[in-house]
């Protein structure tokens, strides 16, 4: 399989509006090109998977689009260029959740929510995503008073995707939110942005336990030495020998 040909079933999967764009995007760190030219899009309302095995690229890819690494190629969300910075990136409304999570772990849970909203002077908005927040969340409501490097892993990651929720993204990024993760915790985060998803909000999830991100997506990628390698359907994925088939094509 070639990195554009897809399965048969996409033209079904295919959503008639994409709001984000990726044209022959490309990365270096130095002189070295960390990420060969990719394209990609997501559709309004699509949960996208981003697939590979540890160094492929996937983290590359995610840096790229916000602007995080010097690129060449084209970006646009909502029809407009994206800005070749992550400010001007998350000004549009695109908000990454990194590998690491990137808390601010001596300030408390409910200091690190409210920096998700910095922006924003409205209180009664403020209230009312802190409360949804929360409500997608409910062990951070009992822990709002601890310093966020007390919390397990697990709840760092709510955390993190708390706070970028706290600024209302138009589309939000994830990278590896499962790592690290007992199995139950990643399967409890995992449905909470199946949720989000399914509520209308675009989303690109970046795994590598990938029987666990087709349960959700739309569709997906799976890069393989800085490139994208393939576009699948997930509902052709049906065993672990077919996505080897695409991890090693």
Known sequence: MTSREVTSGEATATPQV???????LSARYGH????QPADLFVGDGELVAVLGPNGAGKSTLMRAV???VATQGAVRFQGAAVPRNPVGAAAM???LVPEGR?????MSVADNLELGAYLLNDKAEFTRRHERVLSLFPRLKERLSQT???LSGGEQQMLAVGRALMSAPKLLLLDE?????????VEEILEKLGVLNREGLPIILVEQKAPLALRLANRAYVMSVGRIAAEID?????SHDDLARYYLG
């Open 66 to 68: 916000m602007g995080l």
């Open 234 to 238: 997930p509902r052709t994925v049906t």
């Open 177 to 185: 939110p499962s790592l690290g993760l007992a199995p139950k915790v």
């Open 93 to 95: 409304g695109l908000v």
């Open 18 to 24: 994409r709001v984000l764009e990726v044209e022959a």
């Open 102 to 106: 990137g808390i601010f772990g001596p």
């Open 32 to 35: 070295v090109e960390a990420l």
């Open 148 to 150: 966020a490097g007390s």
